[in-house]
Nanobody
Framework: QVQLVESGGGLVQAGGSLRLSCAAS????????MGWFRQAPGKEREFVAA????????YYADSAAGRFTISRDNAKNTVYLQMNRLKPEDTAVYYC????????????????????WGQGTQVTVSS
C-alpha cells in the first residue's frame, strides 16, 4: 500500500495559478497510476486528471482539459497538478489517488471506490 500527502493548496485570485504536489511513500511508486480528484462543499468527489505509471498516458476531465496539467517524477515519488487560469468553480479540496490500474480512471471517471487516498489540500479561488 502507498501513503500519500498532498500540498500546495491555498487562496488564489481567479485567473491565477497553483501547483499541487502529492508525495508518496511505501510500496513502489513507479508501479502506480496516479489520479487527482476534487470535492467541493456539498458535492460528490469528482475526477480531475490521471497519469499512467510511465507518464505515457494522461487523461483529463473536461473541466480541467486545457488549463490543468498532470505530471510525475518517479525519482522523487511525486505527482503534480499544475493548475492555470483558475476559476471560482475550481474551489475544492483536492485529493490524490494511487491505483495500479490506469484504465479504471478512464473507463469510469465517476468511480471513487478504488486506490489509496491522501488527506487532501484546500484550493480556494476568489472572484
Amino acid at each position: 500500500q502507498v501513503q500519500l500527502v498532498e500540498s500546495g493548496g491555498g487562496l488564489v485570485q481567479a485567473g491565477g495559478s497553483l501547483r499541487l504536489s502529492c508525495a508518496a511513500s511505501g510500496r513502489t511508486f513507479s508501479a502506480y497510476a496516479m489520479g487527482w480528484f476534487r470535492q467541493a462543499p456539498g458535492k460528490e468527489r469528482e475526477f480531475v486528471a490521471a497519469i499512467s505509471s510511465s507518464s505515457v498516458m494522461k487523461y483529463y476531465a473536461d473541466s480541467a482539459a486545457g488549463r490543468f496539467t498532470i505530471s510525475r517524477d518517479n525519482a522523487k515519488n511525486t505527482v503534480y497538478l499544475q493548475m492555470n487560469r483558475l476559476k471560482p468553480e475550481d474551489t475544492a479540496v483536492y485529493y490524490c489517488n494511487a491505483h495500479l490500474n490506469y484504465n479504471d480512471y478512464v473507463v469510469d471517471p465517476l468511480r471513487t471506490d478504488f486506490g489509496s487516498w491522501g488527506q487532501g489540500t484546500q484550493v480556494t479561488v476568489s472572484s
